[in-house]
């Protein structure tokens, strides 16, 4: 990634760039000339005025202060504790009736309905409701005609459930931002787009990032029974597992507001830049070997969850929920096969992140 002589940062259109090194992109994702709200940068409409809400991807500063304390409570390791608890018994369950049936998708039969539950407890999302709004989530996400109206109808479904939760107040964060609305500490558009931000950067992730770890531990026998030899060490196999898959590819778009200066290349004021985290996770001036799937590097300051202000606020979360799911999969997986050939698996794709649409396991009884 870091041959002598090649910039770090290169330019890919006309008021573009990409910044592909470790230490780029860290030095980028704390430099606050480097900006999330294009306005501010006087390149752009303020996201305020897309019809879809603010969320703090979107803004710099205090506002962005405000909107992430908003949600911190409801992802601290406390908080976390009521969501993380259920999942051992839930996992058992969900692979024991996959276990009977003798084949089923990993994804649709285990991943996605253990992550699903808990978003939708963190959110106050009904039970019945979980499984339609989670499609139309990750539908949103997608760069196809679909993307648009499913953003749309998400962001109108999350809109009315904070303001139910106006009337009908849970123990969740639907009811924190609702709490808040009544109250003037945050308006109608950063209440809903909190809401709708909070829903996509918990599932789609979460979800993703299970689906290749599962994928990448089903392709590798050998790993798989080292690993159910030693439990101790799935946290730091996670990590690694981070670090190599790099689940978010990118960032969301930063904007120079004055010019840059960055690994010998000047990135000029109001150019856009995009951060590949997957190419930072792989630089060869940081990480020994980066192509190499090696939980003994026991390195856990890779960038798969940003860097700086933005650096995701679920990471704790998403780690510990990842933990549950493999450490209930990880044994299973010995009687568990692929059942299609890797060519002919269909993916699902977008800016941000690609995973399996499914994966279909056999399961030897
Ligand atoms: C494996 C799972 C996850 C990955 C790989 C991931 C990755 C990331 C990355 C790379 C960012 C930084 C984006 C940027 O700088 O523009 C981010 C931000 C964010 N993430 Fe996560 N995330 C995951 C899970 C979660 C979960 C479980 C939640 C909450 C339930 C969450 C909520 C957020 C929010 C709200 C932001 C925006 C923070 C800000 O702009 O200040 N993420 N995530």
């Known amino acids: 990634m870091s041959a002598p002589g090649v910039s770090r940062v290169q330019q890919i259109g006309e008021h573009a760039f990409v910044v592909l090194g470790y ?45 992430r304390a908003m949600i911190a409570p409801a992802l601290s390791p406390k908080a976390s504790d009521a969501i993380i608890a259920g999942m051992p018994a839930h996992a058992e369950a969900l692979l024991a009736e996959l276990g009977e049936h003798g084949s089923g998708d990993l994804i649709e039969d285990y991943i996605a309905p253990l992550i699903r539950r808990g978003i939708g407890r963190l959110l106050g999302i009904p039970e019945d409701d979980q499984a ?30 904070v303001r139910s939760k106006i009337e ?25 787009g909190t809401a709708t931000l909070m829903i996509i950067a918990g599932y789609d992730t979460t979800v993703g990032f299970l689906a290749m770890a599962a994928l990448t531990l089903l392709l590798t026998p050998m790993l798989r029974q080292q690993l159910v030899a030693d439990p101790d060490s799935n946290p730091i196999v996670v990590e690694e597992l981070l670090r190599f898959i790099t689940p978010t590819k990118g960032v969301w778009t930063r904007f120079a507001t004055s010019d840059i200066e960055i690994d010998g290349t000047t990135i000029p004021f109001k150019s856009q830049i995009i951060v590949d ?54 044994p299973r997986m010995e009687s568990m096969e692929l059942s299609v050939p890797v060519s002919e698996l269909q993916w699902h794709q977008n800016r ?14």
Do not use: W
């Open 168 to 192: 009908h107040p849970g123990d969740d964060l639907c009811t924190e931002l609702a709490r808040a609305l009544t109250d003037g500490r945050i308006d109608e558009a950063e209440a809903f």
């Open 277 to 330: 985290l997957m190419a930072a996770n792989r630089d060869s001036s940081r990480f020994d070997e980066p192509d190499v799937f090696n939980p003994a590097r026991n390195d856990d300051k890779h960038l798969a969850f940003g860097y700086g202000t933005h650096f995701c606020p679920g990471a704790n979360s998403a780690k510990r929920q990842s933990l549950a799911a493999l450490n209930a999969l990880l």
């Open 352 to 365: 941000f992140s690609r995973r399996p649409l499914t994966l279909p396991v056999t399961i030897q009884r």
């Open 23 to 67: 230490e780029p992109a860290r030095q980028i994702l704390s430099d606050r000339r480097a900006c999330n709200n294009p306005s501010t940068a006087g390149v752009g409409e303020d996201p305020a005025h897309n019809g879809r809400g603010v969320s703090m991807q979107v803004c710099d500063g205090a506002q962005h202060t405000r909107l």
């Open 132 to 161: 339609r709004i989670l499609v139309i989530a990750e539908d949103s996400t997608v760069a196809d005609e679909t993307g648009a109206p499913a953003a749309d109808a998400l962001y109108d479904y999350m809109s009315a459930l």
